[in-house]
Every structure is written in C-alpha cells, then in structure tokens.
C-alpha cells in the first residue's frame, strides 16, 4: 500500500464529523450475496444489489431516481416522437443499467401508451432490461406481474397487449444485442460506473472530494475511455433512425455535483460519506489500508466530457453514426428533503429510509474496501455501525441532510 499513499502524500482528515451510536440490524446481505462480494472483491469492480432477491429493495428505496426519470421524460417524449416507426415491425425498447427495474416502469408505461395511442395494438412492443448477471432481476419480473407494488399502478406488461419482455445479464461495456436491434434505448444513472478502477483514491471515497490531482487525472482518463466504449457498443446496436435518451450524473458550471449544497447549510452525501469512513480509520475501526482501498468507481463529468464524443465529426463516435440531437443539464431536488420539508413526521424513520437510499448504491465498495482477512460477522458489524452512525446523524438533524443530483440529459440518435 506504499504506493497507494505516495499518490498524494499521507493520509490526513479533510471534513469534520460528529456521530454517535450503533444499532444491531437483524439482517443485511443474504449468503449468497456475501459470496459474490468475496468473488468480486480486489477485481474489475461490480455493483451488487444490497437486500435480498426479489424484495425489490433499491426501487422501492431509489425515491429520487422516480424524479430523476420524470425529469427525464419530456426529452423522452421528444424522441419517440420524433421516430419514423414501422408499425409491422417489432419496436424494440432496452433500458440499461436497469437495476431491478422498478424506477423507470412509470415512464416505460407511458412510452407503451403512447404508441398504443399512435398505432394501435397492432405493434409489437418488446422491453429488454439490461444490467449485470448479478442484478435483481427477480424483483424486476415480480414487479411486471404483480408480486410487488406497482407505483402508481403503471404495470405495462399487464396493462397492454402486444408486449414482451425479457432481461440481458450482460455489462453494457460489451454488445449486448444483435446489430441494429434497438430502436429506442434508455439509461438513467447508471453509465457513470467505470469498467474498471484506474487507481485507488487515497484520501477520499468519491473522486469529487478527492484533492489527489493524479488520481482524480487517472479517473478522468478512465471515464473518457470508458464513455466513448459505452457509446460504440450502442451504435451497434441501435437500429439506422433508432434513438437513446441517457441521463448521466454530472458537475454543472458551478462545479456543484449534487448530495447537498454545502453554501445553504446542507451536510454534502459525498463528503459525508468519506469523513465519516475517516473517522473509522482514525478511530481504529478499520486501516488506514481499508480506507484506501474504499472507492466508488463511479465518475461524475463534466458537461464538456459529456459531449466530447459528439463534438468532432472525425470521432468514433461520430464515425459509427451516432449524433446528439440535444443535451440539457439540469437538478433534481432531494425528495426525501422535500417530503420531510412538507409533512414532517417521525424522524427516525425519516433517517432510516434516506440512508437506505445510500445504502443501496454505496455499500457494495464500503464491503469491497474491507480486508479479505476479515470474517463477514465483521464486516457486517462495522458496516452496520457505519451507516447507523449517519442515520443517527439525519434523524438529529433532518432538514440538514439533502441529496439532490446534478444530471445530463442527452437525445442521442443513429443516423445510418
């Protein structure tokens, strides 16, 4: 690990935390999961659902990520309607990085209902869900048929005729359908996970609050290669016409990348995250190795790295027939925030349902960083006392505690 802390000089504490307490939780990841993360660990980095299979646990926690899709469906809208459509051809729909699958169904249903509006029952609609084999997709087809809540009733697959799904358990870094297959493709907050990590960040979790210029360099460089790679296996796949609308995170302008504005008194999620782990390491909770070796691979651009690949018509991007029609940066409140702001309520329990929100997408690095030395008891107690800390945090201190997102939005399309 010498190496690891000569990136940047020695370990030091960035941010001030506070925290208290612990509580016993009776259960966190299933076996089998525990298992995958032995598999993973020191390796391409992966992200494993957190709870058990088919529980539906990250959509039923991923409160913003509704917003975040909401937000994304009038550029959504635009898209589809802007398609020349066969109506005696099967219209092919794939959302990537899908998870299980919960947060985009509203917005897939209305996509559905659009075109049964615009051709009738006579188009064959199919919907892929793509996401790693890891993921949960028995929360994903429990949901389509009814076995867990439905927001908003919007069961599509019920609720039409004429419409197929199916999973892909294949990375979107490789092809994961035929050439030209596609016709409509969509991705939210999921195409900022790196294929790989391109150097440990030794003073921090997130890249954004890391003030290591030579790794943040390293992952810069590894987003870029990583961007331009996800966009070439799409030019594959979609279809001459097709269309694809992602949302990325992002950093705007300001260089604000979303968990909370520190400038109006709010407790920043990536900051947070990072000291709070800190503290651990400076408290003997875990090593000063186990801190470094606690990263999330994920990458939040810039709007210019964002459209890098679209700007030369010399790129490769270019050259495989894709260009962007749009792209529009813009927030998304915290809803979590919000909900507590206009109805109040038992802050405890308000305090428990934020952080299993984080807990969702965060905790699978917080386990990888762990020594393999360590048995999964431990790692289970530390952990647990990890996250109840923060709990503890919020629940003191609601209407502190945000996490609103910065995110991109592109309209992408195959010319040929």
Same mark, same amino acid.
């Given at each position: ?29 299933? #076996? ?40 994304? =469906? ?8 802007? $398609? ?32 049964? *509006? ?6 064959? +609609?199919? %919907? ?9 997709? =028995? ?18 697959? #019920? ?33 900022? !996970? ?21 790794? #943040?360099?390293?992952?810069?460089? /590894?987003?870029? *290669?990583? !961007?331009?790679? +996800?966009?070439? /296996? ?9 269309? $694809? ?20 008194? #709010?407790?920043?999620?990536?900051? =947070? ?23 999330? &691979?994920?990458?939040?651009? %810039?709007?210019?790295? %964002? ?32 909900? !507590? ?19 969702? !997408?965060?905790?699978?690095? &917080? ?11 431990? =790692? ?37």
């Amino acid at each position: 690990m010498r190496h690891a802390y000569g990136i940047c000089g020695s370990l030091r504490r960035l941010y001030s935390t506070h925290g208290s307490g612990s509580k016993e939780r009776s259960k966190w990841f299933p #076996k089998k999961v525990s298992d995958l993360y032995r598999h993973y660990q020191n390796s391409t980095p992966h992200y494993i659902p957190y709870g058990e299979d088919g529980s539906g646990f990250y959509s039923d926690n991923a409160l913003g990520h509704y917003d975040i899709i909401t937000n994304a =469906k009038p550029i959504v809208m635009d898209a589809i309607n802007s $398609m020349e459509i066969n109506p005696t051809q099967i219209f092919n729909i794939v959302d990537y990085g899908s998870a299980d699958g919960g947060t985009s169904m509203p917005l897939f249903y209305q996509i559905v209902d659009k075109l049964r *509006q615009t051709y009738g029952d006579a188009l064959p +609609i199919h %919907v892929t869900y793509e996401d790693q084999p890891v993921a949960d997709f =028995k929360s994903l087809f429990m949901r389509l048929h009814g076995l867990l809540p439905m927001p908003d009733n919007h069961g599509y697959l #019920k609720g039409f005729n004429n419409v197929y799904v199916s999973a892909c358990g294949t990375s979107f870094y490789d092809q994961c359908l035929p050439n030209a297959f596609v016709n409509f493709g969509f991705s939210s907050t999921a195409m900022h !996970w790196l294929s790989r990590g391109p150097c440990p960040l030794p003073d921090a979790v997130f890249h954004m609050v890391s003030s290591c210029g030579e790794a #943040k360099e390293a992952f810069a460089k /590894q987003a870029a *290669q990583d !961007w331009e790679l +996800i966009l070439l /296996q799409r030019a594959r796949e979609l279809a001459p016409g097709g269309r $694809m609308v992602i949302n990325v995170p992002t950093i705007d302008e300001d260089g604000y990348f979303g968990g909370g504005r520190w400038d109006s008194g #709010k407790v920043n999620v990536f900051q =947070k995250l990072s000291s709070l782990w800190h503290t651990f390491a400076l408290r003997g909770r875990i090593t000063k190795e186990e801190f470094v070796n606690t990263n999330i &691979f994920g990458y939040k651009r %810039v709007p210019e790295e %964002v459209q890098t690949p679209f700007v030369n018509k010399d790129s490769r991007v270019r050259k495989a027939g894709l260009t962007l029609v749009c792209m529009e940066t813009k927030h998304t409140p915290c809803a979590f925030h919000a909900r !507590w702001q206009r109805e109040g309520g038992n802050a405890r329990q308000h305090a428990e349902q934020f952080v299993n929100m984080l807990r969702s !997408w965060s905790i699978h690095a &917080f386990h990888a960083g762990l020594s393999k030395g360590r048995t999964e008891e431990e =790692k289970t107690t530390i952990l647990e006392s990890f996250f109840n800390e923060y709990e503890d945090e919020v629940a003191a201190a609601p209407e502190e505690h945000s996490f609103e997102l910065m995110s991109s939005f592109l309209h992408i399309k195959k010319e040929y």
